[in-house]
């Protein structure tokens, strides 16, 4: 849905708020979730990552590095060959752009040097 901005507001854009409260009715309880990293295949058979700021009281630790190589790992498994030094800048920069690890929307890899 979005990401906490301040003392419980979340973004969302205004299409997503008028689709929200149109289906959920008044007092519907809501569960927010600390998800900064995200990862996941698009139709076209890209891989992508996606990560924001992680939340203050998560910050300083590497569980988010762990998670992030272990949910791409999980998704990869033997189907894609991941340069995970792209996961690893995803997570140190988190703002929010989508990376293409890959498939066709994925950057071309560097030639090797010799």
């Given at each position: 849905?979005?990401?906490?901005?301040?003392?419980?507001?979340?973004?969302m854009?205004?299409?997503?708020?008028?689709?929200?409260?149109e289906?959920?009715?008044?007092?519907?309880?809501?569960?927010?979730?600390?998800?900064?990293?995200?990862?996941?295949?698009?139709?076209?058979?890209?891989?992508?990552?996606q990560?924001?700021?992680?939340?203050?009281?998560?910050?300083?630790?590497?569980?988010?590095?762990?998670?992030?190589?272990?949910?791409?790992s999980?998704?990869?498994?033997?189907?894609?060959?991941?340069?995970?030094?792209?996961?690893?800048?995803?997570?140190?920069?988190?703002?929010?752009?989508?990376?293409?690890?890959?498939?066709?929307?994925?950057?071309?890899?560097?030639?090797?040097?010799?």
């Open positions: 849905v979005g990401m906490r901005v301040s003392r419980g507001c979340i973004r854009f205004p299409e997503d708020i008028k689709s929200l409260y289906r959920m009715p008044t007092g519907t309880q809501v569960n927010l979730m600390d998800a900064p990293f995200k990862a996941g295949w698009a139709a076209d058979g890209t891989l992508f990552v990560s924001y700021p992680q939340l203050e009281e998560n910050v300083g630790d590497f569980e988010p590095l762990l998670s992030a190589i272990e949910r791409v999980e998704l990869a498994e033997d189907q894609a060959e991941v340069d995970y030094a792209q996961v690893k800048l995803a997570v140190e920069n988190p703002d929010g752009r989508l990376i293409a690890l890959y498939g066709p929307q994925a950057p071309a890899p560097a030639p090797a040097e010799e």
